[in-house]
């Protein structure tokens, strides 16, 4: 029994034969112990697609006796690959409302792309039948948004919003599982899977050349497979379903051929001269090999368009070279016709083979030409860790399939499960939007509770590795609520107060008003509420409160200091309102008999008689006297005398 450390049996289950090797890798160099190649003996494959189980089975199995009698050994697992024709490329992108309270993490990132990714997996129903039934076999992000901007790395930043866009390849599981059920009736299991594609690209366009923009062409029997790589990567693949068989097809049209001579007689063109064979009547004829590419010509062109067009959708442009793979490029004129449809010199479109791989060594007789790529792309990338592995785990009890290409993550098996990302992040709960005395706010539902998930017990989150036949239990996020807040959590806090205004106690009494009506401050907030309330804390406010307007000139005194609008109102403080004093009335002082006397006059000066206006004197002589006395500073005064202010007057009886 041979281990897989030892060796790397690599399984090419193509649409026209299957390809065994055995290969053994000492440090760079990869050495060919054994190889066999045999065709099916019907039409158990078509298009790359396991039609006959049975009997794909009994060729693998046939292939691998072979090897396992010239290794003298047993094989016991074989690494494969599956069609390109299977793979669905989809890009499409997520996003999601993030506040800026919080740092976005890895995870948040991480969740993200996964939404796009099973965005990408909805997206692919509107095109095909049992979308559920895909692999994600991998995807690439594309781009990253942070409030609408371009971003290289989310984890760490503050934002509104993030985004992300990729592009996501699937896989559709039972191209999987027809390959696992035919590898394991042959008695092997499967160690690994690649894509054909991906197989091809590892040989002919390797790291070193991806810097280059190139398409790869790995024409087989049922399908045309295309990998295009660009600024250091893979950065599409694609397929058409015309390849080989198209060109077989056409020849038994035209040369009443079986399929089998067919593909016999095609296979022939490559050496020129005269082709021999017998056509389906019996007839043996001998056609100059020109006149047959000749009548194929038309599908060869056409064939090179479908690929040239591929190829533009793609890349978006004609590559700067194309490398040609598999045995359909061997077919006469394919590269003539590949190089107009895609407007390159001939010399950019070439057939290549294992001579691009200087480090492959040993028995490489049965693997001649640009057909033997794809089968020894298949021992490359399992044996430096590139393919994929079909692991079985537990999922909230259901055992999910996950197709991985390498260590696996919690993200991975729910996404393979079918779990949302977006259930595993509480939504916030629905905010509400109140008018406060004019002001419109906002106030923020409850925080969600995140989903708490656990692999084989132990709390994990999306980035934990998984293994085989671990056990993963996902507890649903659970949503935040509308606050539940009442009047008072919204306004200041309205406090009572007792206050001396005019002379007598006044108790002022906050007032709050929802929609007009009057609310107590217990009162739970609906959404949309205008509330109106009177603080109750300056002047303006009690004033208001009382419904008192100052008139022209008045003013508030607050504890008998003069008070503007905006000073504080205390419990127990006293407010009076100061009216104006009215203007002075007109007139100038005399002093009467050694008494100041107000002399109420229009101008500045007056006559003696005014005196008697603004002094109670009797105008008759009291008994016993009959002699009015009248004298200015001294000085004798009659009626008509002048007084201004100051004079010192005498007036009495004598």
């Known amino acids: 029994m041979v281990s897989r450390g030892e060796y ?14 055995v290969v053994e890798q000492a440090g760079e160099v990869y050495r060919v112990r054994a190889a066999e190649v045999i065709e099916h003996r019907g039409r158990a494959m078509v298009d790359g697609q396991v039609h006959d189980i049975p009997a794909v089975a009994a060729v693998v199995s046939e292939v691998k006796q072979s090897l396992e009698k010239r290794l003298k050994c047993r094989l016991t697992e074989a690494a494969v690959a599956a069609a390109g024709r299977a793979l669905r490329t989809v890009r499409a992108e997520a996003g999601r409302d993030t506040g800026l309270a919080s740092v976005i993490g890895p995870d948040d ?28 076999v991998g995807y690439s992000v594309l781009r990253y948004l942070l409030d609408a901007g371009p971003m290289v790395n989310l984890v760490g930043q503050r934002g509104k919003t993030i985004r992300v866009e990729v592009v996501a390849t699937f896989l559709p599981r039972v191209v999987v599982d027809s390959l696992y059920t035919v590898v394991e009736a042959a008695g092997l299991k499967v160690a690994s899977l690649t894509l054909e594609p991906i197989a091809a690209s590892a040989v002919v366009i390797p790291a070193g050349m991806r810097q280059l923009n190139l398409a790869l062409i790995d024409i087989g029997a049922g399908t045309s497979d295309i990998a295009v790589s660009d600024r250091g990567t893979i950065v599409g693949y694609g397929m058409v379903p015309v390849a080989g068989d198209e060109i077989s097809e056409r020849l038994s049209q035209e040369f009443l051929l079986d399929f089998t001579t067919a593909e016999k007689v095609k296979r022939a063109l490559v050496g020129g001269g005269q082709v021999e064979f017998v056509d389906v009547v019996g007839v043996r004829r001998q056609v100059e090999a020109e006149t047959m590419v000749a009548a194929v010509a038309g599908v060869v062109d056409a064939l090179a368009r479908e690929v040239a067009e591929k190829i533009i959708e793609i890349n978006g442009r004609p590559p700067q070279a194309i490398i040609c793979v598999g045995g359909g490029s061997l077919t006469p004129g394919i590269t003539t016709a590949l190089a107009r449809h895609l407007d390159l010199p001939e010399s950019r479109v070439a057939v290549r083979g294992l001579e691009v791989m200087q480090n492959l060594k040993g028995n490489l007789k049965k693997l001649e030409g640009p057909k033997a790529v794809t089968p020894v792309g298949i021992a490359v990338t399992a044996r430096s860790q590139q393919a994929l592995e079909l692991a079985t785990l537990m999922v909230n009890g259901r055992p999910v399939r996950l197709l991985q290409s390498r260590q696996g993550r919690v993200a991975d098996a729910l996404l393979a499960a079918g779990l949302s990302m977006k259930d595993l992040y509480g939504r916030p709960g629905p905010g509400l939007s109140v008018e406060i005395n004019g002001e419109l706010i906002f106030v923020k539902g409850t925080p969600g509770q995140p989903a708490r998930i656990t692999v084989n017990g132990e709390p994990a989150a999306l980035e934990t590795p998984i293994d085989f036949g671990d056990d993963i239990d996902v507890t649903p996020a659970v949503p935040g609520q509308e606050p539940a807040c009442t009047l008072k959590e919204l306004i200041p806090a309205l406090t009572p107060k007792r206050i001396t205004f005019a002379g007598r106690s006044v108790y002022l009494e906050p007032k709050a008003f929802v929609n007009g009506e009057a609310a107590s401050l217990e009162d739970k907030v609906s959404d949309k509420a205008r509330i109106t309330y009177n603080p109750l804390e300056t002047v303006r406010d009690v004033l208001r409160y009382l419904d008192r307007q100052l008139g022209d000139g008045e003013t508030v005194m607050v504890n008998g200091a003069v008070a503007q609008p905006e000073t504080p109102v205390y419990d127990g403080d006293s407010l009076e309102i100061a009216r104006p004093l009215s203007d002075p009335p007109a007139g100038f002082v005399v002093i009467v008999n050694g008494q100041e006397i107000f002399l109420p006059v229009e101008t500045e000066t007056a006559i003696f008689t005014d005196l008697f206006k603004a002094l109670d004197f ?37």
């Open 109 to 136: 990132v991480l969740a993200l792309e996964v939404e796009a990714v099973q965005e990408a997996l909805r997206s692919l129903s509107n095109r095909e039948k049992n979308w559920a039934d895909y692999h994600c």
């Open 8 to 21: 790397c049996l690599a399984m090419d289950i193509g649409t026209r034969k299957v390809a065994g090797l």
């Open 618 to 654: 009797t105008s008759r002589p009291p008994a016993g006297k009959k002699n009015l006395v009248m004298e200015i500073n001294g000085e004798k005064a009659a009626f008509t005398s002048t007084i201004v202010p100051g004079d010192e007057i005498i007036l009495r009886w004598e």
